[in-house]
């Protein structure tokens, strides 16, 4: 069966169902978490109280887990799990893995959500100790992870099965991009499991008394920062090798987007202290380390750049387009597939910069605790990363539902992402010029005993509050354009785009698929950075802290 033919074969009902479990909590995590954002711009204006004493600190929780932990984990799973079945296949046992992972997932979520709902989990998504929640938050967190992990370990099992089966053969370039992204993941989600099942739920049960804050904060950021590029890949996979077929076009080379993957691998893990800059009780050297390795991060980085602008050149060019920019113009900007990932890739411009901004150690220190970082991850999550979600999920789920995206869907979808944009646009660059004149984050509306500086952050949060509003409108037409998508757009066949390479394309080096070379340089790289630092932490900590349940944890 060739490429084409294998694009246009929708999955087994059975197979179907499993994928599309997942998009079902991703929108519906979408829904709920945007209500809860637009209604924290609407505090934080100044102009609005949330009725029935509901608590700030709650809604600010339940949009940072809702949007930062579920939808982007179910998305991802949901997303990798049709890759993977469409590129290797999928068996009985390996559906039925997947199953328990949704299964564990889902009771994890809803047990965490309740206990956020009711108040006894005003934690925010870092959850950061002394902030004391409820066990049972914990134990739902705990649950997501072991449920994503189980996910992780089927998606290698379905590589290996299919590596055994096609001896000497390259594996597919999507399949080895998810193994890649959930090695990562498991790597780095240890941290926080060991932060959650020997620290705080044990703390929280009341069997420990203290907790030690420094090495709890120390676990979360050793998961937090390569969290962010669990949630970038899956674009990243849209890019390299969604985007080329959707614009006609092939793959611009394998060995490359490989290479980018290893390299996001090794230097996406030992990094967390950048995180920590302003945070006392860690030897500044290894910070200095850490951001060097940071820093690091760029290199795939315009690798991708280069890769993704190149297959636009080549593809332009091969259609006949020879001025400098007429390949540009040319392409298929009435096409939702390719607008609203593409409008992802170019807020990943100035998204980018931030970060870099952000790792800085002195500049650090200006915007750490403002609202400038929400800013940014507003501007690298909720638009580079969602809007490529939104990109796949306009061809994924008529592909899954045995439906059509139309005309008027693929038009709206459009209208869509321009509100978005907009949005996303107002409500980022407040937040960013709020955060330069030193607007706090995680905080509600306050007016700071006046002072002349407080004064100057007002016209900003209104401008995210209109910017919030109109966000939400994109998350409503987001949500009707899912549910027609889903289930009552017309029967048919929406194509599953995976690019092809160059028939002269050269060989992939077999060095670029040894695991061993990579998890192996991977982990020594983890060590390096990170076992002295955390001898010295343990071996000097302060004495550790009683939970704080009030004024925010558990009211």
Do not use: C
Not at 327 to 348: E, I
Not at 483 to 500: D, H, S
Not at 501 to 520: C, F, H, M, R, S
Request: charged residues 10%; proline residues 5%.
């Amino acid at each position: 069966m060739d490429g084409t033919e294998n694009n246009l074969r929708l999955f087994p009902k059975k197979d179907a169902r499993l994928y599309m479990s997942f998009m079902y909590v991703t929108f519906v995590s979408l829904l709920v978490g945007g209500l809860m954002g637009l209604l924290q711009t609407f505090v934080r204006s100044g102009r609005f109280t949330l009725p029935f004493n509901i608590n700030y600190y709650t809604i600010l929780t339940v949009h940072g887990v809702i949007l930062g932990l579920v939808l982007t984990t179910f998305f991802i799973l949901g997303f990798q799990f049709a890759l993977m079945g469409k590129t290797v296949g999928i068996s009985d046992k390996q559906r039925n893995a997947g199953w328990v992972s949704f299964w564990m997932m889902l009771v994890g979520t809803i047990m965490a959500a309740v206990t956020i709902l009711v108040g006894e989990a005003n934690v925010l998504y870092t959850f950061y100790a002394p902030l004391a929640a409820h066990p049972a938050f914990y134990i739902g967190l705990a649950l997501v992870i072991i449920g994503s992990w189980v996910g992780a370990f089927t998606n290698f099992r379905q590589l290996y099965v299919w590596k055994k089966a096609h001896k000497g053969e390259k594996s597919p370039l999507l399949a080895f991009m998810v193994v890649i992204n959930m090695l990562m993941w498991v790597i780095a989600s240890l941290g926080v499991a060991i932060a959650v099942v020997v620290q705080f739920i044990p703390w929280s049960l009341g069997y420990t008394e203290t907790i030690n804050v420094l090495v709890s904060r120390t676990l979360f950021w050793y998961f937090g920062h390569p969290l962010v590029y669990f949630w970038l890949l899956p674009a990243y996979m849209a890019w390299y090798a969604i985007i080329p077929k959707i614009i006609g076009g092939k793959l611009f080379s394998d060995s490359l987007a490989r290479l980018a993957f290893i390299l996001l691998l090794m230097f996406s893990i030992p990094v967390g202290f950048h995180h920590q800059l302003t945070e006392p009780g860690i030897d500044p050297t290894w910070k200095f380390i850490q951001v060097v390795l940071t820093m690091m991060v760029v290199i795939p980085s315009l690798m991708t750049a280069f890769s993704i602008f190149a297959t636009f050149e080549i593809t332009g060019r091969k259609k006949g387009f020879s001025s400098l920019f007429g390949w540009f113009k040319k392409l298929p900007w009435g096409d939702v597939r390719f607008f609203a990932p593409f409008v992802g890739m170019a807020a990943f411009i100035p998204g980018g910069i931030g970060g870099i901004i952000n790792a800085s150690h002195q500049m650090n220190a200006l915007v750490h605790n403002t609202i400038w970082i929400t800013g940014h991850f507003h501007l690298t999550i909720a638009t580079t990363v969602i809007l490529t979600y939104f990109g796949i999920a306009y061809w994924l789920v008529p592909h899954l539902t045995g439906r059509r995206l139309t005309k008027q869907l693929n038009k709206l979808g459009i209208i869509q992402t321009i509100i978005w944009t907009v949005g996303m646009t107002i409500m980022s660059t407040a937040m960013h010029i709020q955060g330069l004149l030193g607007g706090p984050r995680r905080s509600a509306y306050s007016e700071y005993a006046g002072g002349a500086q407080v004064d100057t952050w007002i016209g900003y949060q209104l401008a995210q509050a209109i910017g919030g509003t109109i966000l939400f409108i994109g998350i409503l037409l987001m949500t009707y354009i899912f549910i027609k998508l889903a289930f009552f757009a017309p029967r048919g066949v929406e194509e599953f785009p995976i690019a092809a390479e160059d028939e002269d394309a050269q060989k992939t080096p077999k060095i670029l698929e040894n695991w061993y070379v990579w998890i192996g340089i991977t982990i020594a790289l983890i060590a390096f950075a990170y076992t002295i630092p955390m001898i010295d932490i343990i071996k000097h900590s302060p004495p550790g802290s009683v939970p704080f349940k009030w004024p925010i944890g558990r009211m």
